[in-house]
């Protein structure tokens, strides 16, 4: 089976920089994808990792490491609107195409 | 451009009743097709998934059913709704490559009474 850990909640205030980790437990692995979601919403697809290393994507970046198995969010800039739940999510190689989700982290943007 | 609909968006029915949610895909063809559910303030919980008409995977088992009578169209089904069905349902769909990121509709908030 498979497994991620990410922290429930972090909050931080509009400006700053904020990192969201995740931790995963696979068998097999085909990369680190984040998803954002605001309350009431559908999950929107922010960015993905296959290989080791930063991906970025305007204010926001992600990183990982495979050997570690972990990756994070970092979040720049942070405004209001970036007030949601992200989370990390695994594809594993054994014929399903889907994703596992973390549980999730609820961001809270404070002026 | 790709686009996915999901109805209802919100619903609530009784113990013991039936359900039926629809998910249609346009602007593509042989999609991977999900339903997924989410506890309040929860992760996504995979409960079925489909590579092509007629192919449904189980991720769980419950007391729910899916089917995809055509290529672009995924229907999530109960013969009795228990309480613990509760939560938003979410269709997603993906091309049918290994690292093609999921699109999900905008959910069915179920609430089971």
């Known amino acids: 089976g498979q497994s991620l850990e990410q922290p429930s909640e972090v909050t931080a205030v509009e400006g700053a920089i904020v990192q969201i980790n995740c931790t995963y437990q696979?068998?097999?692995?085909?990369?680190l994808s984040w998803y954002q979601q605001h309350d009431g919403g559908a999950p929107t697809f922010l960015s993905y990792n296959a290989l080791d290393g930063l991906e970025e994507t305007g204010r926001f970046s992600s990183f990982l490491s495979r050997s570690d198995s972990y990756g994070y969010l970092l979040l720049q800039e942070l405004q209001m609107k970036d007030s949601a739940s992200y989370f990390c999510a695994v594809r594993i190689p054994t014929g399903r195409r889907a994703l596992t989700f973390g549980s999730g982290t609820r961001l809270q943007v404070q002026p | 451009s790709q686009t996915i609909h999901q109805w209802p968006a919100t619903l609530v029915q009784p113990v013991g009743s039936p359900l039926s949610l629809e998910c249609t895909v346009e602007?593509?063809?042989?999609?991977?097709l999900y339903w997924y559910r989410q506890a309040a303030g929860r992760g996504l919980q995979l409960l079925f998934y489909?590579?092509?008409?007629?192919?449904i995977s189980s991720e769980v088992p419950q007391n729910l059913s899916a089917s995809r009578p055509q290529d672009r169209q995924f229907i999530l089904s109960s013969k009795k709704l228990l309480l613990s069905d509760s939560g938003f349902y979410l269709c997603?769909?993906?091309?049918?490559?290994?690292?093609?990121?999921?699109?999900f509709g905008n959910g069915t908030r179920l609430t089971v009474t």
């Open positions: 602007g593509t063809s042989n999609p991977n």
């Open positions: 696979t068998s097999g692995f085909y990369g």
């Open positions: 997603a769909w993906s091309p049918d490559t290994t690292n093609s990121p999921l699109h």
């Open positions: 489909s590579v092509g008409i007629g192919q």
